[in-house]
């Protein structure tokens, strides 16, 4: 992207706080990991900030941050990356209530899992760690070893009919037809009462 993704703005907030945003109509708390030094745009009070204790491993270290700083009466947490414009409280909602009884709930579209999209029940920490122990960084390889549900396109299109809520920017061209987007939608809704 060429310049950090949080601080991207995206109408009247930049990406990390929208995207904190949406996820505080869900769930809450709302962690967020950072890298060590990294600035961060600002964010709620009652947002909790943690640092990754290791640079360069990625976003498993990240989950292993942020599982280790939610409190111990927090049982299930929502992951998910600061990129995702569109994120819907409907989409973390249905991924969260699907969970059920497994340890672990993604999305699967395309033949592409997304574990950045997904619920995990905060006892996954210890295979989390297992992971990075073995430099397997891949947050996708916690589903081999910890039980989950697979949510497909039909589990998800009720809630976020063109699975939005799964698009992220790694492009300055994703950037810019997101925001076109977002000008068209914005440009389209109807004026309030008044």
């Avoid at 505080?24 to 030094?37: D, F």
């Avoid at 009919?161 to 925001?179: D, G, M, V």
Wanted: aromatic residues 6%; charged residues 25%.
């Amino acid at each position: 992207m060429g310049r950090p993704k949080a601080w991207l703005p995206f109408g009247n907030e930049v990406l990390l706080q929208r995207v904190v945003r949406v996820l505080r109509e869900v769930v809450r708390p709302v962690v967020v990991v950072a890298a060590t030094g990294q600035d961060l745009p600002p964010l709620s009070t009652d947002v909790l900030v943690v640092r990754d204790d290791r640079e360069f491993l990625g976003p498993l270290n990240g989950l292993a941050a942020g599982l280790a700083a939610l409190p111990d009466a927090v049982e299930v947490s929502y992951l998910s990356s600061c990129d995702v414009p569109f994120l819907r409280p409907e989409f973390v909602r249905r991924v969260l209530e699907r969970l059920g009884d497994a340890d672990i709930c993604l999305p699967e579209v395309g033949g592409f899992k997304h574990p950045l999209a997904a619920a995990y029940r905060t006892g996954v920490l210890p295979a989390v760690r297992e992971l990075l122990a073995a430099n397997r960084l891949r947050p996708v390889y916690l589903t081999d070893l910890r039980p989950t549900r697979v949510l497909r396109e039909v589990d998800l299109i009720d809630v976020d009919p063109s699975l939005r809520s799964l698009r992220n920017l790694n492009t300055q061209e994703e950037y810019a037809a997101a925001i076109d987007e977002l000008t068209r939608e914005e440009t389209q809704a109807p004026a309030g009462p008044g």
